[in-house]
């Protein structure tokens, strides 16, 4: 005898439906026999009447006939099994649900089962019940976070490094790797070995601009001819067609730095066409070349003339020299979306940098034809004088030698110093230092003190500002831009509310970059989920010491199922690589 559904009688008071269901539930009888003996019962207490039996049997029977009725009209629809007391892989109970669609904190409880949510409500008056309950109380319950711009590419792909680990300890459970035009030449196969080895979170791909070009023209700075530009758009169909979510660029990096706009336009149709987004690392974000504003105005022409969804990735104002310009950034940003173009842009809490001395330093036009070339010029004593005075002008844009710090070196001795102490001890100018490890090391890492905290506020504040990562090595970002946004930005000054905060590491970057069924606690979305601790979520990692994992995120989900427990890692491999399900609008 199948059971019946408690909410299949809704009308039902539900004290009265649930006495009945029970007694009905644990009824051995056959229906056929069920039915027969709740009419030889009524008709019983009809013939006899006596008063009180009859009462109570009317009663039952009055109650268990319409019933029996309904279990037979669903047994022949052919109902879904359902259970008196659903049973569910997951209950996360009692927690303060901050659902990532932005609205005001509520008490609720969290069902999963599969990999997907299949409640969020009050489980006691549901008649819920799991194999496994978190107990909530006093925890924030929130849709796990999803970084837009990360370089996990490596760490994936890495067995030693698959977990993300440093991600799943601030909550990310979904991160977008291949930014800065910088991805990899085969997206298929790529996603395909993550999803054989197994990957911590979900990982997402976008198809590099620097790694398409190099491909073609090499690290010159040469123009493509008409063939040579249509074997890069079919790359980036292919990569498309792969699973990319969009095309990324670095246009500040060489030899992306190389390309004119136009070109850029041409294979962001591509994308678009495929459904993807485009994602940007600017040309600018400084004085350089075309300025913070300029580069701002060039992506939101590549947005509407290639008619694609445009990402700014890291926006910032970097350097003195254009502090203050995130008021007319953001009023760009607001003009253009008005008039159609879909631009939103993503920022990391922090107020340095990361990048390589090399790219904050040295000219473009010393990288033209790659390292090789770059040593040739540094050993001509002309090009030389030259290059160290440009190079002048680039440390002043950064804030001076004292702006920055090796985070990263082949050179051990050298991390942890300011550039500043460097040149001292070396007796030398900070740019000739600076040129010497380029030459001779090969470069380094540097964390680039160069933003402003009123800057960084004001952009944290926009709607359409995502959280990112950016994450690199010897940045502490990697490690904590997600919990420090938290604990600096939300609980210590207040500047930004808890469900704008979440929602801006969750639903928004879901809806903008096009990833269905993530993003929020909603029934019928994938369990990517997280709980923590209000009082003690914090990023651990600083300047000094950059790997250091965050606290108090006590349990993240992904796609149902435990990565960390209690504050633990517990070795699951439970990301997925996620694939864009391209609909091609071209005819
Ligand atoms: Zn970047």
């Known amino acids: ?58 009663a039952f029977a009055s109650l268990t006939l319409p019933l029996t009725r309904v279990a037979l009209t669903a047994d022949r629809q052919q109902p879904p099994v359902v259970l008196t007391e659903q049973q569910l892989d997951l209950l996360i109970l009692h927690g303060k649900l901050v659902d990532g669609s932005g609205k005001k904190p509520r008490t609720a409880d969290v069902g999963i089962r599969g990999d997907r949510i299949v409640f969020a409500g009050d489980a006691r008056k549901a008649h819920l019940n799991a194999a496994r309950t978190i107990d909530a109380t006093g925890l924030v319950v929130a849709p796990g976070f999803i970084d837009p711009h990360t370089h996990t590419l490596g760490d994936l792909s890495d067995s030693n490094h698959q977990s993300n680990l440093a991600y799943l300890m601030q909550g990310v459970t979904t991160v977008i790797t291949g930014n800065d035009g910088s991805s990899v030449a085969n997206i298929g196969e790529t996603l395909r070995k993550w999803d054989a080895q197994g990957i911590g979170t979900n990982a997402i791909l976008l198809a590099g601009f620097g790694t398409i070009r190099s491909r073609i023209l090499g690290a010159t700075d040469a123009q493509p001819s008409a063939a040579q530009l249509e074997e890069m758009k079919a790359l980036v169909a292919r990569a498309m067609d792969e699973g990319a979510f969009g095309m990324s660029t670095g246009l500040y990096y060489a030899p992306q730095s190389y390309a004119k706009t136009e070109e850029v336009i041409e294979l962001s149709k591509v994308a678009a066409a495929k459904g993807g987004v485009y994602d940007t690392h600017m040309r600018d974000e400084n004085s350089y070349s075309i300025g913070l504003l300029g580069a701002i105005k060039e992506t939101i022409r590549i947005g509407r003339e290639a008619k694609i969804p445009v990402h700014i990735s890291h926006i910032k104002a970097l350097g003195p020299e254009v502090w203050g310009q995130s008021k007319q950034s953001i009023e760009l940003m607001k003009k253009a979306r008005a008039e159609g173009v879909d631009v ?24 033209v034809g790659g390292r090789g070339e770059l040593l040739k010029r540094i050993d001509d004593s002309t090009v030389r004088l030259r290059l160290l005075a440009e190079m002048q002008d680039n440390l002043k844009r950064r804030g001076g030698a004292e702006s920055l710090l090796i985070t990263d070196a082949r050179d051990r001795q050298l991390i942890g110093k300011r550039l500043s102490v460097i040149a001292s001890e070396r007796k030398q100018s900070p740019v000739e230092a600076a040129l010497e490890i380029i030459r001779t090391t090969g470069g380094a890492g540097v964390a680039s003190f160069n933003m402003s905290e009123k800057d960084i506020e004001r952009f944290m504040k926009e709607k359409l500002v995502m959280t990112c990562s950016d994450g690199s090595t010897g940045h502490p970002r990697k490690y904590g831009t997600f919990t420090r946004k938290l604990r600096e930005y939300v609980y210590h000054r207040r500047l930004i509310s808890l469900p704008f905060a979440v929602r801006n590491s969750s639903a928004l970057t879901a809806e903008w970059f096009r990833i269905p069924e993530r993003g929020l606690i909603r029934e019928g979305y994938f369990a990517d989920v997280i709980v923590f601790d209000e009082k003690t979520v914090s990023d651990r990692a600083t300047y000094e010491q950059a790997e250091v994992l965050s606290v108090g995120m006590k349990y993240v989900i992904v796609n149902g199922k435990l990565a960390i427990d209690n504050g633990s890692y517990t070795g699951a491999l439970a990301g997925r690589a996620l694939r864009k399900q391209v609909q091609n609008r071209e005819r």
């Open 1 to 58: 005898m199948p059971p019946i559904l408690l909410n299949s009688l809704p009308e039902w008071p539900e004290k009265v439906a649930r006495f009945c269901v029970r007694i009905y539930n644990r009824c051995t009888l056959s229906r056929a026999n069920f039915k027969l003996l709740i009419s030889i019962l009524r008709r019983f207490s009809f013939r006899f009447a006596v008063p009180l039996g009859a009462l109570t049997l009317i």
């Open 344 to 367: 939103a842009a993503c920022q990391y809490p922090y107020d340095a940098s990361g990048t390589s001395l090399e790219a904050a330093l040295v000219p473009r036009w010393a990288e």
